[in-house]
Structure formats: structure tokens, C-alpha cells
DNA sequence: CGAATGACAATCT
DNA sequence: TAGATTGCCATTC
């Protein structure tokens, strides 16, 4: 099935290290799919929170979370990357240069 | 089986 | 450079 491509995702959203953050098509491209960030965004919908998936750490290229009311409240996933480190820019939007995820390290 | 939707990205104007 | 449009992949109805 091509479940694994969502396996594939909740993997490395997982292996996102605190301090850092990946955009959908960071993720989409590391599996193997460079157009794929819609699948990847749309795997993050059922994705498990309980699970312990820090979909909060996935942003779009813009370096903005997806809808607020996902998160279950607006303004939590920024509390929620403050925690973690991540620097908030005056817009309320992430500073990828800063916590774009590097799988490099 | 076919069409529509969705937490995006890239390209064109 | 900014804004608008199309395309892509996978899932669900």
C-alpha cells in the first residue's frame, strides 16, 4: 500500500530534533517525492498526536503552521516551538533560515 | 472505478 | 518583487 509513504512521514517528522523545524517539501523531497508535499501535509491530517508526532515542527515553505484550530487552539504551536527553542519572527512566522531542519547533522 | 478534496510547492504573468 | 494560477501526490466519498 502506499501507506508507507505515510509511515515514511510520521518517521521523519519524528526524527525532527527539537530546536528545528521541516517543511512539507523537505520531508516530501527526503522520501523520495519532490511533488509530494500535499501527500505529506494531508498524512500530517491523520496524523497520531498521541503518537507523539511534533506536527508542530512541520511548516510550510512560508514558515507558518497549518491551521490553528488543527492544533486544537491558536497561538499553541507557537508556544509549543518557543518551548523547543524556535525563534519567532515579529509576523508570527518561523525563521527557516534559522530552524530549517538539516538532516545533514 | 471516477471525481473531489487537502496541514503545499513551483512556475508564470 | 508580488500576486495569481496550475500541478502533484495520496486519501476519501
Redesign the pocket.
Known sequence: ???R??QNVYELVEKIPPGSVA????I?LMLG???????????????P?ERGLP??R?????GE???EH??GGRGVQRMLLEAEGISFLRDGRVDLRRHLWKPCV
Do not use: D, I, W
Open positions: 500500500m502506499r501507506e509513504f505515510f517543511t512539507y517539501g523537505q516530501a517525492h519532490p511533488r509530494s508535499a500535499r501527500a505529506v501535509g494531508f498524512a500530517m491530517s491523520g496524523a498526536k506536527c508542530h512541520v511548516l510550510n515553505q512560508r503552521l497549518s491551521p488543527v492544533f
